[in-house]
């Protein structure tokens, strides 16, 4: 075998590498935004009624804090721990939030969907 002929095999099989690299990228990619985009659907049934989930508006409830400001401010990991073990029923005066039970697809998908609000 040529220097050439073992040239060509090698970059023919980088470019399969890096073809298998970039697929898996995508298909994280689309795993993500479909998570996301299950998340915003439950944020507008769920969620909606009080808070301002989109990326911009105030919230309906004007005690409830805005998603984007939460999505910022937060360590979204942290966040979905807390809304796992249920510790975001919050008081504001008179209005309490509900309490929800979310599964741990739902937590995911609306963390996923809270990465889309940030900022950059």
Not at 2 to 14: D, N, P, Q
Not at 42 to 69: D, K
Request: charged share 20%.
């Amino acid at each position: 075998m040529t220097h050439t002929s073992r040239s060509i095999i090698a970059i023919a099989l980088l470019a399969g590498v890096l073809a298998g690299c970039a697929s898996e990228q995508a298909v994280e990619a689309d795993a993500e935004a479909a998570s996301a985009a299950r998340g915003k659907a439950l944020a507008e049934q769920r969620c909606a009624t009080c808070h301002a989930i989109g990326p911009e508006g105030l919230s309906p409830a004007p005690p409830a804090p805005v998603w984007r400001e939460m999505a910022e401010a937060n360590d979204l990991d942290q966040l979905g721990r807390r809304m796992a073990e249920g510790k975001l029923i919050h008081s504001s005066g008179t209005v309490s939030m509900p309490e929800f039970t979310f599964t741990p697809s739902d937590i995911g998908d609306l963390i996923a969907y809270m990465k889309t609000l940030r900022a950059g």
